[in-house]
């Protein structure tokens, strides 16, 4: 494709030009302010979320999962962890993980709860079970384990579980899911590993303090 299709790479606090006239009218507003390159939906969370420093990390639950990590220079590269260019031009190190918000929404739909307040509170309300697991990849997974076939289900019911064990189970297991994430981010001994100093929490999995 013709190289003079798309605007010059720069950085995403650099200026990209200005609003036009006609813009402007459309827009209300006056002509000539500075346009900014911009960044991803990602790098510009972690910005929103007041992220600058390096090792300030922020957690996102929604549909899938994200930890960012910030980092003031690139980290060497780990199979299972994604690296990037941050809005402010440092990098950040990212584990995804795509099942957590739309596994939850399964299990939800399964066990038939009608509202998500109904299932926090059974899901709570139920004693962790010592033996009943749950695994929540059921679209695969990407961070650590970058495998499009992994599947999830319970492992350990027993006669004695109820909807309540096995909802509670499933917010476990996508909070295990996450840890491993984080674990990969950290890093093993002897590792390229990237060091946190504190988390912050975002999207609909930080609403409820008993999962948080």
């Not at 590993?193 to 988390?199: A, E, N, P, R, V």
């Amino acid at each position: 494709m013709p190289r003079a299709w798309f605007a010059p790479l720069a950085a995403s606090h650099a200026r990209g030009g200005a609003l036009s006239e006609e813009a402007a009218t459309a827009l209300g507003l006056c002509a000539g302010i500075p346009m900014a390159v911009g960044a991803g939906d990602t790098p510009c969370a972690a910005l929103g979320s007041g992220l600058s420093s390096d090792g300030d990390a922020l957690l996102t639950t929604s549909t899938g999962g994200q930890i960012v990590v910030m980092c003031a220079e690139a980290p060497a590269p780990v199979r299972g962890l994604h690296t990037y260019r941050s809005a402010t031009g440092a990098w950040y190190r990212m584990a995804a993980m795509q099942n957590v918000g739309v596994a939850l929404e399964a299990v939800r739909g399964w066990l038939g709860y009608d509202s998500w307040p109904e299932a926090y509170d059974e899901a709570f309300a139920a004693n962790a079970s010592a033996s009943l697991s749950f695994l929540p990849y059921l679209s695969g997974e990407r961070s650590p384990w970058m495998n499009p076939d992994a599947r999830g289900g319970w492992l350990g019911l027993g006669l004695d579980d109820t909807r309540g064990t096995m909802m509670r189970a499933a917010f476990e297991g996508i909070a295990f899911a996450l840890r491993a994430g984080l674990d990969a981010i950290r890093g093993n001994p002897g590792e390229h590993g990237t060091t946190l100093g504190s988390m912050r929490l975002a999207g609909g999995g930080s609403v409820d303090p008993r999962w948080r």
